[in-house]
C-alpha cells in the first residue's frame, strides 16, 4: 500500500504524453536533489528499447557532480521501444520460451521491494518513480498504468504537454489522475515560445491550487554522440546552477514542502478529530488516547492504507503508512472493493451529465435504468411491480412501513377503528435492527439501539438458530418453541438450508403450532392489531449476526399469509439491507426461503460502497393501496436527494460488475469448496468450510457461522451481550501487522493489520466479492494462531 517515510520523499512521475521529455524533467529532478546533497534514488520500473538509451542510464550520465549519490535501476527491461505490453509479447515471439508478462500485483510488489529497500538504507533523500509513455499507457499485463501504480499510491509529479495539443493532454492527464484519486503535487513542462502552452497552464492551474512550474527545453539532439553529451551536460548545468538560483530548486522546495506538510496534516489528525468529531456508535468515554484513532490516509481494493500515529515508528526505516485489511467491509457496504476506477468514472460521469435534478413526476436515464433492472432482471422479478427511491437502508426500511401499513389498512378497512391505525404493530423477531430513524427502531423491541423516544409496536419472536458447534451443523430451538428439543443437528448445512424437504417435518409442525398459537392468542387478547410480517431474512446483522433457521421465517411467512387464519393477510417485508445483493452468496434471499415478499429494500452493496442510496421494491397490490384519484392518498414520502443520478449511475454499474463476479472462478472455487454447484440455491460461503469447522471447535468458541461474504464467531462469555468487551479483546492483536519475512497479499506485499467490529461476544468478518483466496486465507491463518493459543475465559 502507500509508502510515506519521513526521511525519504518518494514521488511519482507521470508524463501527459509520450515525448514529452519525462526522462529530461526527472533526470533534472534527479541532479537537483543530488546537488543539495541529498541521497537519490531513481526507479524506472518498465525500459523498453536499447540500453544505451535506456531512461536509467539517461540519469546515470547526466546525475552531476554529485553523481555518487544517485542510485539508478531498473526492474524490468525489453529491448524493442514500444509499450511494455507489446514489448513483453515481442520477446516472447523471439524466444523458444513462451514468456508470461508480469502480472499487476507482481510488478507492484517490485515496486513497493525497492522502495522498502531504499527506505532501509536508513538515508534522507529523495526518490522518483519514472513510468513510461503517458497515464493510460499500458504496463506489463496491458493495464493502464494509472491503474496499475494506484495500489502504490505515490504522490505525484505530471510532465505537461508542451507541444500543439498539449494543453488538452496535460489538463486531460490530470482529471484522469485526479478521478482516481491520485495527489498531484505539481506539474513540470517545457517552455515551447511558440505554442506557449505553460502559459495557458500556469493560469489554469493557479486556479486550482496546482503548483506548475516550465522550464527551458533541451537543445535539438546532435548526431555526433560526443557532441550531443557535451551539448546536454551543458543544458543540465545551466538548468540546475550550482548556486541553487533557478526554477527547478523551486519546485524541489515545493515537493519537499508538500512531504512535510502531508506528514503534519496526518500527525494532527487523531487530535482534531477527538477534539470536533462524534462518532456513530463509538462510546467516547473509552477513547483513552490519540493511537486509539484510525486514520485512514487512502483506501484501495480490501485494504486501508492507515497512519501509524505514534511519533516514534518502529525505525526510521519503517513507513508511517501501513496496509489494514477492512475486516467488516465497511460497515457491510464494500462490494467489489475501494476505489473501484469503473465506479469512480461512474460517479464522475453522473455528476458532469446531472448534478443532482428533481425526481418527482420526472425521471432521468440512471434511476430508470436501475428501477428497470431491480424489478425485471433482478431481486424484484416475478412478483415486484415498483421501485421507490430514498437516502439509505434506514430510510428505505420507513418507506417499506409505510407501504405495509397502508396496504393492509386498505385491505382491512371495515375491520380497523382511527385509533386502531394509529397503533398498528409488526410481527419480527427478537434481535432485528432495520435502522436509526425512528419508525424504523420503533418496528424492534427495547434494545441498546433504541432511544428515549422509542415505542415498540408489534411482537417479536425468539427465534431459533443455525451454527456450527464443536464441527456440528445445530439449529439450536428457544424453549418457549419446544422445550423437548433444545437442539436438533444435520448432517451439513445444506440439509438446514432444503427448505421444500424440511417442511414436512415435525420440527416445521412445532414452528407451525408455535406461530400459530401465539398470533392468534394475540388477536383473541386485541391488545395490538399486526399490520405486516417484518424479517431480515436468514440474517440478523447488527442484532448480533443471528443466522436464524430458514424454516421458521418460512413458516412466519406462511402462517401470516394463511387466510384460514386471518381475513386479511399481513404484507411481508424483507429487509435485504445488508444481506442481499450476494452479501450471503445469493442476490436475494427470497428463493433460498422458497417465497416472495411484497415489499423489500436493497441499499448497501448496491453502491458498491461507494454513496448511500437505497431502493424499496413493492408488489402491484402494495402500489395500488395508494393509488387514487386523491393527493392525499399518495406515498407522500421523499428526499431532497430522492433518485440522485449519481448514485443511480454507480449502482447500474455496480450491477454489472457483480453479473460479471457471479460467474467467475473464484466463485466456482468456492462453492465447490461447500459441494455446491454454480447456479444452484444451495448455501455456500467464500470461507473454507474446514477453518470454519476448526474454530468451532476451539474451547473458547461457542459457534460459528458462515455464508457468502459473512463469517460470524460467538466467543464463550458470561456477561455475554452487546456490552461486553470480550471478542474486542480476544482479538485486539490482529489489528497490527503481523510480518513473517514473506510477502503478504496487500497490494505491495507489505505485512497487514486486520480492521474489525464486533458486537459484544460476537466477532465478525466480512470480504467483498471479489477477495482474492490468499487474502481471506491470510485471514484464516491469523485468526486460527491468534483463538487456537488463547485459553478458555
Keep these: 500500500m502507500s509508502h510515506l517515510y519521513r526521511q525519504l520523499r518518494i514521488h511519482q512521475i507521470f508524463g501527459a504524453n509520450t515525448d514529452v521529455g519525462k526522462t529530461i524533467i526527472t533526470a533534472a529532478l534527479v541532479r537537483a536533489s543530488a546537488l543539495k546533497n541529498n541521497n537519490v534514488f531513481y526507479l524506472k520500473p518498465i525500459s523498453t528499447g536499447a540500453p544505451l538509451d535506456a531512461d536509467d542510464q539517461h540519469v546515470k550520465r547526466y546525475a552531476g557532480p554529485h553523481h555518487h549519490l544517485v542510485d539508478a535501476h531498473c526492474l524490468f527491461r525489453y529491448g524493442d521501444p514500444v509499450s511494455p505490453h507489446l514489448a513483453v509479447q515481442m520477446a516472447s515471439d523471439k524466444s523458444d520460451i513462451k514468456l508470461t508478462p508480469a502480472s499487476d500485483a507482481t510488478f507492484v510488489n517490485a515496486i513497493a521491494e525497492y522502495i522498502r529497500r531504499c527506505a532501509q538504507t536508513r538515508q534522507s533523500g529523495h526518490m522518483y518513480v519514472e513510468t513510461a509513455g503517458g497515464v493510460h499507457s499500458p504496463t506489463l499485463s496491458g493495464t493502464t498504468q494509472l491503474d496499475s501504480y494506484r495500489p502504490l499510491f505515490l504522490p505525484t509529479v505530471l510532465v505537461g504537454d508542451s507541444k500543439l495539443g498539449g494543453i488538452s493532454s496535460t489538463i486531460s492527464s490530470y482529471e484522469s489522475l485526479l478521478l482516481r484519486g491520485y495527489i498531484v503535487d505539481a506539474i ?15 493560469s489554469y492551474f493557479a486556479e486550482r491550487g496546482v503548483h506548475v512550474t516550465s522550464l527551458e527545453p533541451p537543445p535539438p539532439r546532435l548526431d555526433n554522440a560526443t557532441e550531443d553529451i ?3 551536460e551543458s543544458y543540465y548545468a545551466k538548468l540546475i546552477p550550482r548556486n541553487f538560483d533557478s526554477e527547478i530548486f523551486c519546485t524541489l522546495r515545493h515537493l519537499d514542502e508538500c512531504h512535510s506538510s502531508r506528514i503534519e496534516e496526518l500527525d494532527s489528525m487523531p487530535r482534531r478529530a477527538l477534539d470536533t468529531i462524534w462518532w456513530p456508535f463509538v462510546q467516547h468515554g473509552l477513547v483513552q488516547s490519540e493511537q486509539d484513532v484510525t486514520v485512514i490516509d487512502s483506501a484501495y481494493a480490501d485494504f486501508f492504507s492507515v497512519y501509524n500515529s505514534s511519533s516514534k515508528p518502529p525505525s526510521p526505516s519503517s513507513s508511517l503508512l501501513a496496509p489494514q485489511l477492512d475486516g467488516s467491509a465497511s460497515w457491510w457496504t464494500q462490494a467489489v472493493g475501494h476505489a473501484h476506477p469503473s465506479l469512480g468514472l461512474a460517479a464522475a460521469n453522473a455528476v458532469g451529465r446531472y448534478g443532482h435534478v428533481i425526481f418527482p413526476q420526472a425521471t432521468h436515464l440512471p434511476a430508470l435504468k436501475l428501477a428497470e433492472r431491480l424489478l425485471h432482471e433482478g431481486p424484484g422479478r416475478g412478483w415486484a411491480s415498483r421501485a421507490f427511491f430514498s437516502d439509505n437502508g434506514s ?29 398498528l404493530g409488526i ?11 425512528i419508525g424504523a427502531m420503533d418496528a424492534t423491541e427495547e434494545g441498546v439501539y433504541t432511544c428515549e423516544w422509542h415505542q415498540s409496536k408489534g411482537f417479536w419472536f425468539e427465534p431459533p438458530t443455525v451454527s456450527i458447534k464443536r464441527g456440528n451443523f445445530t439449529v439450536s430451538v428457544p424453549p418457549a418453541i419446544a422445550s423437548s428439543m433444545s437442539a436438533v443437528k444435520f448432517d451439513d448445512l445444506h440439509a438446514i438450508y432444503d427448505i421444500k424437504k424440511r417442511l414436512g417435518s415435525p420440527l416445521a409442525a412445532t414452528y407451525r403450532n408455535h406461530v400459530r398459537n401465539v398470533l392468534q392468542a394475540l388477536d383473541r387478547h386485541g391488545e395490538q ?43 411481508v417485508i424483507f429487509d435485504e439491507v445488508f444481506v442481499g445483493l450476494y452479501r450471503l452468496g445469493f442476490e436475494s434471499l427470497g428463493p433460498v426461503l422458497g417465497v416472495d415478499p411484497d415489499i423489500s429494500v436493497y441499499a448497501k452493496i448496491l453502491t458498491g460502497g461507494v454513496l448511500p442510496l437505497a431502493v424499496t421494491l413493492a408488489s402491484e397490490r402494495v402500489f395500488q393501496a395508494f393509488n387514487s384519484q386523491s393527493k392525499v392518498d399518495a406515498l407522500l414520502h421523499g428526499h431532497s436527494y430522492t433518485a440522485h443520478a449519481v448514485g443511480c449511475q454507480v449502482a447500474n454499474t455496480t450491477l454489472d460488475l457483480l453479473e460479471q463476479l457471479s460467474q467467475h472462478d473464484s466463485w466456482s472455487a468456492a462453492r465447490e469448496k461447500w459441494v455446491c454447484e454454480p447456479g444452484s440455491e444451495k448455501i455456500w460461503s467464500f470461507w473454507d468450510p474446514n477453518f470454519v469447522h476448526s474454530i468451532s471447535s476451539l474451547d473458547i468458541v461457542d459457534e460459528t457461522m458462515t455464508l457468502g461474504t459473512v463469517l460470524a464467531i460467538k466467543f464463550k462469555d458470561n456477561s455475554a451481550g452487546y456490552a461486553s468487551h ?38 465478525y468478518f466480512m470480504t467483498s466479492l471479489n477477495t482474492p483466496r490468499d487474502t481471506i486465507e491470510e485471514v484464516e491463518n491469523r485468526l486460527w494462531r491468534v483463538l487456537s493459543r488463547t485459553p478458555v475465559m
Design 726 to 763: 470480550s471478542a474486542q479483546a480476544l482479538l485486539r492483536s490482529i489489528k497490527t501487522s503481523a510480518c513473517d519475512g514473506s510477502l503478504s497479499s496487500a497490494p505491495g506485499g507489505a505485512p497487514f493489520g486486520i480492521h474489525y467490529r464486533t458486537l459484544g461476544n460476537v466477532a
Design 427 to 437: 410481527v419480527g423477531l427478537k434481535g432485528s435492527y432495520h435502522g436509526d430513524t
Design 529 to 571: 392489531k399486526l399490520a405486516a410480517l417484518v424479517l431480515e431474512p436468514i440474517v440478523m446483522g447488527a442484532g448480533g449476526m443471528i443466522f436464524v433457521d430458514p424454516l421458521f421465517q418460512r413458516i412466519m411467512v406462511d402462517t401470516v399469509r394463511d387466510s384460514s387464519l386471518f381475513s386479511n393477510p399481513l404484507p
Design 188 to 202: 513540470l513542462l517545457f517552455r515551447d515560445q511558440y505554442y506557449r502552452n505553460y502559459e495557458y497552464l500556469l
Design 230 to 232: 557535451a551539448s546536454t
Design 395 to 423: 430510510t428505505g426500511m420507513e418507506v417499506a412501513l409505510k407501504m405495509a401499513i397502508r396496504s393492509f389498512s386498505v385491505t382491512a378497512m371495515d375491520e380497523l377503528t382511527p385509533r386502531d391505525k394509529k397503533t
